[in-house]
């Protein structure tokens, strides 16, 4: 039997979107506000599934207090209150896109979760646009 369990955070940043080997009208064309040169802020909504088998002895799938250390200290820390762009070494040289930021934060915790357990994120930009990633 397997069972999912999802634990929500919560963090907000700053980022722009834009590739450096176009110009300025190709950038604003794809990435529209989302290219502002003076950056533009989300409060980007974070869910983090596990899949697993519930343990015997606890019931639990994942020890909902840990799963939430773990996003603290490994994600919400790194980038909650940060311009992306340039106060994180993961953004540097990758485009903070929706997706390359989920991929990003499941890339980060993949590292800390046993492999016994099928992962996936969820990233809400806004209210109505998210992305998910399941891995590979």
């Not at 799963?67 to 040289?93: A, C, G, P, Q, Y």
Request: contains cysteine; aromatic residues 12%.
């Amino acid at each position: 039997m397997k069972v999912a369990v999802n634990r929500k955070e919560h963090f907000n940043a700053a980022h722009r979107l834009h590739n450096p080997s176009w110009s300025d009208e190709k950038n604003d064309q794809v990435f529209g506000l989302c290219n502002n040169p003076n950056y533009h802020g989300h409060n980007y909504e974070l869910i983090v599934e596990l899949i697993g088998e519930p343990d015997k002895d606890t019931g639990f799938v994942f020890d909902m207090k840990k799963l939430s250390d773990l996003i603290r200290e490994n994600v919400t820390s790194r980038f909650d209150h940060k311009n992306l762009n340039l106060d994180t070494e993961e953004f540097m040289n990758l485009n903070p896109t929706a997706e390359n930021i989920s991929v990003v934060i499941w890339n980060i915790l993949r590292e800390k979760i046993d492999l016994k357990f099928d992962l996936k994120v969820t990233l809400y930009e806004t209210e109505r646009n998210f992305v998910e990633y399941f891995g590979g």
